[in-house]
């Protein structure tokens, strides 16, 4: 996971995604890398280009700096409205009876 400076640093089954100043001892540049068959970003995709990868290393050689402080909040869903609102848009023509007297001047 990389959605958090935290998870980044402290990685998962294989060690840290990212050790700050040790590019050699980063997973996320062995794996954009492609240096490892079984650990590979982007997966199934050619690697990024060298100057990316590059870019990376000198991340992680200058301390690999993350802004973030905090973990990524929970995902909030928009409220969802339990009272029907009543629109043109959504409500047909003959159950409102408001388009009843037009009805009649659309007919040729």
């Known amino acids: 996971m ?8 402290a990685g998962g089954d294989r060690g840290a995604a990212v050790v700050p100043g040790d590019p050699d001892g980063s997973l996320l540049l062995t794996a954009i890398s492609h240096s490892d068959p079984d650990l590979q970003m982007p997966p ?4 990024l280009p060298d100057s990316v990868i590059n870019d990376f290393k000198l991340w992680i050689q200058a301390g690999a700096a993350d802004p973030r402080v905090n973990d990524p ?36």
């Open 73 to 108: 909040a929970e995902a909030v869903r928009p409220p969802v409205r339990t009272r029907r609102r009543s629109s043109l848009c959504v409500t047909p023509c003959g159950s409102s009876g408001r388009l009843a007297g037009l009805r009649g001047s659309w007919k040729k």
């Open 44 to 47: 199934k995709k050619e690697r």
């Open 2 to 9: 990389l959605d958090s400076r935290k998870a980044i640093r």
